[in-house]
C-alpha cells in the first residue's frame, strides 16, 4: 500500500518537475519575443505618433499579455480542481465497495461471532452501543464537512 503512494508520489513530482521545466522554457521565450515585438512596436510607433503613444502602445502590449497569462492560468486551475474532485468520488466509491466486500467475508463474521462468545453479550452490548455512536458522530461530521466544502464552492447569487 504504501510502496504504491510512494511510486504515485514519484510519478506525479516526475510529471510535475518536466512540466515546469518546459514551462519555463516557453515562458523563457515568450518574454524573449515579446520583448522583441514590443521594441519593434514602439520604435514604429515613436517615429510615426511620439513617445507618449508609444510607451501607451507598449502598455497596451503588455496588458494584452498578462490577460492571457491569467487566462491561461485560471483554466489550469479548473482542470486541476476537476481531476481533485473526479479522483475524491473514485476514492469514496472504492472505500464504499471495500467496506462491503469486508462485511461479507465469512472469516470476519466467524471472528465476530467467537468475540461475542468470548465477552459475552451483556458485556458486549455497551461496546457496541458506544462504538455506534462514534461511528453516527464521524459520519455527520464528514457529512457536514462535504455540506460545508460544496456550500463554499457554491457561486454565490
Given at each position: 500500500m504504501f510502496s504504491r503512494m510512494i511510486d504515485d508520489l514519484k510519478d506525479s513530482t516526475g510529471t510535475?518537475?518536466?512540466?515546469?521545466?518546459l514551462?519555463?522554457?516557453?515562458a523563457f521565450a515568450l518574454l524573449i519575443a515579446?520583448?522583441?515585438?514590443?521594441?519593434?512596436?514602439?520604435v514604429f510607433v515613436l517615429q510615426k505618433y511620439g513617445p507618449v503613444e508609444a510607451c501607451l502602445a507598449g502598455a497596451g502590449v503588455f496588458?494584452?499579455?498578462?490577460?492571457?497569462?491569467?487566462?491561461c492560468y485560471r483554466v489550469h486551475?479548473?482542470?486541476?480542481?476537476a481531476?481533485?474532485?473526479?479522483?475524491?468520488r473514485e476514492a469514496a466509491r472504492s472505500a464504499k465497495s471495500a467496506a462491503s466486500?469486508?462485511?461479507a467475508d465469512p472469516m470476519l463474521l466467524a471472528a465476530g461471532l467467537q468475540l461475542v462468545r468470548a465477552i459475552g453479550v451483556k458485556k458486549l452490548i455497551p461496546i457496541l452501543a458506544i462504538g455506534g455512536l462514534a461511528l453516527g458522530f464521524m459520519m455527520s461530521r464528514g457529512a457536514s464537512a462535504t455540506s460545508d466544502e460544496a456550500e463554499a464552492e457554491a457561486p454565490a447569487e
Open positions: 510535475a518537475v518536466r512540466l515546469t521545466s514551462a519555463a522554457a516557453a515579446t520583448s522583441f515585438l514590443c521594441a519593434a512596436l514602439f496588458f494584452v499579455v498578462m490577460l492571457i497569462a491569467a487566462v486551475q479548473n482542470k486541476v480542481r481531476r481533485a474532485e473526479e479522483a475524491a466486500n469486508m462485511l
